[in-house]
């Protein structure tokens, strides 16, 4: 099978949609020969801030001398990137090799009634279990793709289970309250595994800690039990200061731009402190420092460009990611005006809520739609009439290419100091190529 056919295959599997429960991933693991048992686990859900809290860790265990498993989504390019060992991505031959070897043990579980066929994301993450274990990992940092409780990572038995921050997003799934999101988040709370959460709404922690207190384990909460400071930020990235029980004061610094990368490198931190007890896991401070310094986040605020004018890659895809992004560009950018946004959204997206926390920041927009997403696309010409109720110039474009390229003729012709790509990490992802190649 070459890669084009397995991601073909991959895509077949979609018709079957999220189905709830971990029957199938378990099924589909023990067939395998249960390789995520192979391996330690530290596991992440969240609303926003999973990939970079993912990030920093791996790069420190890394740095520390692990061999690191790192799996998150969604993917920007290709599904390659989902699954990677010590920083590299698996290569596109092991990866269809091993979805070609997968097929026979999906198609007799397809046949079985009591089990179903298993889900293109089930299927990945007993991919990434059974490619660490014959890569040698030892730790693996392990993301959930939508919610925690049912989510086909929830298999792991994690040596620290971490909260990042909970809003409201995907409430077609997850609920349609804040507690009812953050109970299916806490789903991967797990006994005997410490619980690290980030700052989150007094709803969402109350269900955070009441789920801890059932499962007898402790909690560690950042900005309480693990306070933490920002020092300072700027395009360059953000420096912070954390105080971890074990580790005591710290001062960080991480490329990851904003200060809501404070909160996720503390989160980080005081991960990287739960940790210190667990069997065989070892992490200097010398790691943490260079760890976190070497912590990379493709397309979350990333500056690609910088003459003649700053070029930022945003993936914000839901309000409170928004609302990040918006005081990000507050924050290190607010001598670089005007500026230019591509934007493009989701369907599923509360297109308003989010333009209403990136608009003070924009000078001109133009509304565009990635060639591909799940979900289907928002209509660019009711993003641009939006935007114009708020006071912003505003264009339609499409395909996305073509758009940022009238982004950046309009820059050229306002002589902008900025142009963003922002709403979507389906968007950025099609059109990163062209700074990065």
């Given at each position: 099978m070459k890669y084009d056919a397995a991601v073909g295959y991959l895509s077949s599997l979609t018709r079957f949609g999220m189905k709830p429960g971990l029957e199938r991933t378990e099924a589909l693991l023990k067939a395998m020969g249960n390789p995520e048992h192979r391996m330690a686990h530290i596991h992440i859900a969240g609303t926003n801030g999973k990939g970079s809290v993912a990030s920093m860790l791996e790069s420190t265990l890394r740095e520390a001398g692990h061999t690191t498993g790192l799996f998150t989504s969604p993917h920007l390019r290709q599904y390659t990137e989902r699954i990677r060992v010590c920083g590299d991505e698996i290569p596109e031959r092991q990866f269809a090799e091993l979805i070609a070897e997968m097929v026979p043990d999906i198609e007799r579980l397809s046949e079985d009634d009591a089990i179903g066929t298993p889900t293109e994301f089930e299927v990945l993450t007993a991919a990434c279990f059974l490619w660490f274990m014959r890569s040698g990992v030892d730790v693996a940092v392990v993301e959930t793709g939508l919610?925690?409780?049912?989510?086909?990572?929830?298999?792991?038995?994690?040596?620290?289970?971490v909260i990042t921050h909970i809003a409201m997003d995907h409430m077609d799934r997850l609920g349609n309250t804040l507690a009812e999101v953050a109970a299916n988040k806490a789903g991967i709370i797990k006994r005997g595994a410490p619980v690290v959460t980030a700052p989150q709404d007094p709803e969402a922690m109350s269900v955070v800690m009441a789920k801890a207190r059932d499962e007898g384990t402790l909690v560690a909460a950042v900005g309480a039990d693990v306070p933490y400071e920002l020092v300072s930020v700027d395009l360059s990235g953000t420096t912070v200061e954390v105080d971890a029980p074990t580790?005591?004061?710290?001062r960080l610094h991480t490329p990851l731009v904003g200060r809501h990368q404070a909160m996720n490198c503390a989160t980080a931190v005081a991960a990287i402190d739960a940790l210190a007890g667990a069997r065989g896991i070892s992490l200097p401070l010398s790691a943490i420092c260079s760890g976190m310094e070497k912590a990379r986040h493709p397309g979350r605020f990333e500056v690609v460009q910088q003459l003649p004018y700053t070029v930022i890659l945003d993936g914000a895809h839901n309000p409170d990611g928004a609302a990040s992004l918006g005081t990000t560009l507050h924050d290190v950018a607010c001598g670089l005006r005007p500026r230019v946004m591509v934007f493009g959204a989701s369907r599923d997206k509360p297109v308003g809520e989010m333009l209403r926390w990136i608009a003070p920041e924009v000078d001109v927009i133009v509304a565009t739609a990635a060639s591909s997403t799940r979900m289907g696309t928002c209509d660019p010409h009711e993003v641009a009439g939006i935007a114009r109720e708020m006071g912003m110039e505003a264009h339609v474009v499409m395909p996305a290419l073509r758009a940022v390229e009238a982004g950046r003729e309009i820059a050229r012709k306002i002589d902008a100091k900025l142009l963003?790509?922002?709403g979507s990490l389906y968007l950025v992802g099609e059109v990163r190529g062209i700074w990065r190649g």
């Open positions: 919610g925690g409780t049912y989510d086909s990572t929830n298999v792991v038995r994690p040596k620290v289970s580790l005591g004061r710290i963003l790509v922002a």
